[in-house]
């Protein structure tokens, strides 16, 4: 009807134009006759109740093919300048149409990445071995939903920018929930951070990997870092290679993850030997008395530190901000006189925000030569505001003092 309406124009313009004077706008009152036609029709077709894909044509048709392709088109344009026809259907009823097609539009994503993740789950439960894409494991699923959601996006556009505009937010907040995979309750509102909305749960389901690729290396290395206290510390470096060596061994399994994955994981496994290491540190059970004795374990956890760090960068880790943690702790065991401490606990606290009195009060019982009033002068630094780096990463806040 469409196509028929702008030939038909397109031949009053060439063959009837010239017959008539122009005071009869002739071209005008056909145009007025046909968009009254196709007004009245498509009053009476939104009497019905309309399909999702009736609705989506008729958006298109009214807000999109017949203003642009047909009112618009070159040899039309210029002869209808001047001429009102108004739209085919009354602003109101656009809108509701609107807010229908966008309903029908947000609950067709929502089904359709739940078909989607339906069918990856399938894969999963009946074992299938994944695809493999460039000697790397490899889902369609991130694709599907990508698709799923530009698509709806495009097909708003389709009917208007402006309608565009409105889906996305809408569509962003279902992938948002999608991700999340607990509620399919409508929210038509964008939340105040959409970014931080969608990155948290893929977050979350980024550490949930990581935990159930790295909890049986974790488990394995507990009872090696036991052995630190276990033996007052005796040996410090061959136990520590030992937890090296056991980590070298199930770095094969990781070959295959993504790049960027991969150095993600390397830097949890990082921090983990990091953390575990000081939590060692904090048990409050090792005191040394006499300086020579201090030096010697700061000589030992400085070494430990290079070996931690050495390994982890060979692999790939990016935790350049793990570099401090153990040398400095090894510097303050080191040092003798309590104004040089002070110095480097206002110095760790900027790097380690996180550093509290608890933690501070478990490393200064491993020098038994250090007066009550020296540490609690000591430990007084920490009530000044170091005006710490930002942004900060948690450390000592996973550790445990005791």
């Not at 208007?160 to 992938?175: C, H, S, Y």
């Not at 943690?325 to 080191?334: K, Q, S």
Request: charged letters at 20%.
């Amino acid at each position: 009807m469409g196509r028929t309406m702008k030939e038909d124009l397109e031949a009053v313009v060439e063959r009837l134009k010239p017959l008539f004077p122009a005071d009869f706008h002739v071209v005008a009152a056909y145009a007025e006759s046909y968009h009254a036609h196709f007004a009245a029709q498509l009053a009476a077709l939104t009497q019905f109740e309309l399909c999702p894909r009736d609705t989506y044509m008729l958006l298109v048709w009214v807000q999109n093919l017949y203003p642009n392709d047909i009112l618009n088109s070159p040899k039309l344009a210029p002869e209808l300048q001047g001429v009102r026809l108004g739209t085919l259907l009354p602003p109101t009823q656009i809108r509701l149409l609107e807010a229908t097609f966008l309903s029908n539009e947000v609950a067709s994503v929502r089904e359709l990445t739940a078909r989607a993740l339906e069918l990856e789950s399938n894969r999963w439960t009946q074992d299938v071995a994944p695809q493999r894409l460039d000697a790397r494991c490899h889902s369609e699923l991130a694709i599907d939903i990508i698709q799923i959601i530009s698509q709806g996006h495009a097909k708003a556009e389709s009917i208007t920018l402006d309608l565009g505009t409105q889906i996305k937010p809408l569509l962003l907040v279902e992938l948002a929930t999608f991700l999340r995979r607990t509620s399919v309750e409508q929210r038509w509102q964008t939340p105040p951070d959409l970014r931080s909305s969608l990155l948290s749960p893929l977050n979350e389901l980024k550490s949930h990997g990581f935990d159930t690729l790295l909890q049986s290396l974790f488990g394995g290395l507990k009872p090696l870092f036991k052995r630190f206290t276990q033996t007052r510390w005796a040996a410090p470096q061959q136990t520590l290679e030992e937890i090296i060596s056991a980590v070298a061994e199930r770095m094969p399994e990781f070959s295959e993850l993504q790049d960027c994955f991969r150095e993600e994981l390397l830097e949890v496994v990082h921090l983990h030997l990091v953390k575990e290491y000081i939590a060692r540190l904090c048990k409050r059970r090792l005191v040394l008395k006499t300086a020579e004795q201090q030096q010697q374990l700061a000589g030992h956890v400085q070494a430990n530190a290079q070996l931690i760090q050495q390994f982890c960068t060979q692999n790939g880790s990016p935790a350049t901000w793990l570099h401090h943690a153990l040398p400095t702790l090894a510097e303050i065991i080191r040092l003798q006189d309590p104004s040089a401490i002070k110095i480097e606990v206002a110095t760790y606290a900027t790097w380690y925000p996180d550093f509290s009195k608890g933690h501070l009060s478990a490393i200064l019982a491993i020098k038994g030569n250090l007066s009550s009033s020296d540490a609690k002068s000591i430990r007084s630094i920490l009530d000044i505001n170091t005006g710490a780096h930002e942004p900060s990463k948690a450390l000592f806040s996973l550790i445990k003092v005791g």
